[in-house]
């Protein structure tokens, strides 16, 4: 059976403390690995799609990384204007373009 | 570009009253378009596939005489919670895929309270 799991499930850092969220995938195949933002009461903001392992992704202060069996979302000197919450997905080979979406982890920046 | 809205943002009915939910792609032709469900402090749940002018796919457990789902236009799609329940009370939230199938836009969520 196809799972995302991410972890921390809840992370809390300082304005400027870099850390990383850990998105762990099980799939037969994969067709993509997704990464998006979600700030509460709205919908998912797309952030990054990987498809291959050893695949990297930059925007402002994110990073994403992709290995055979995880991702993971490097935060760099966080600003509290990042703090919502990250959900990682998958679109595994031969089911469709449905997304699989892992429970996310929530981000709070302290200033 | 790749700009998704959803009307209402927020509805409130009775119980056993339907209710319909639009999702449209703003600047770009939607050609397959996806409707979840997020219940408080958990992921999104897909409910639904449809592509343009054929049925609905629905995911195992999701009912598809209570969620009708259509899909007439390149830009519109709809999700109709007929006979709804205070257990249906849910965030709803759709998404769309244009040429680039495996990426979707989402829009920005309905929240349905049933009473």
């Given at each position: 059976e196809d799972q995302v799991t991410q972890s921390p499930e809840a992370l809390r850092l300082q304005e400027g403390e870099s850390s990383s969220l850990n998105c762990s995938y099980t799939v037969s195949g994969l067709r993509g690995l997704f990464w998006y933002r979600q700030d509460p009461g709205k919908g998912p903001e797309f952030l990054f799609t990987l498809y291959s392992a050893g695949e990297e992704k930059e925007k402002e202060r994110l990073k994403a990384t992709l290995t055979k069996k995880e991702s993971f979302l490097h935060i760099t000197?966080?600003?509290?204007?990042?703090s919502a919450t990250y959900l990682c997905a998958v679109i595994p080979i031969n089911?469709?373009?449905a997304l699989n979406f892992g429970k996310g982890t929530s981000l709070l920046v302290t200033p | 570009g790749a700009v998704v809205s959803q009307h209402p943002s927020w509805v409130i009915c009775k119980s056993g009253t339907s209710v319909k939910i639009e999702c449209r792609s703003l600047d770009f032709q939607a050609t397959t378009m996806f409707w979840y469900r997020q219940f408080p402090k958990q992921s999104l749940m897909l409910m639904a596939t449809s592509n343009e002018g054929s049925k609905a796919t629905y995911e195992q457990g999701v009912e598809k005489d209570k969620f009708l789902i259509n899909?007439?236009?390149?830009?519109l799609s709809t999700l109709t919670v007929t006979?709804?329940?205070?257990?249906?009370s849910s965030f709803y939230i759709c998404s769309a895929s244009g040429t680039s199938p495996d990426t979707q836009y989402f829009g920005p969520g309905t929240r349905l309270t049933v009473l």
């Open positions: 000197a966080p600003k509290p204007e990042d089911s469709g373009y | 899909h007439a236009s390149l830009t006979s709804a329940h205070p257990e249906d």
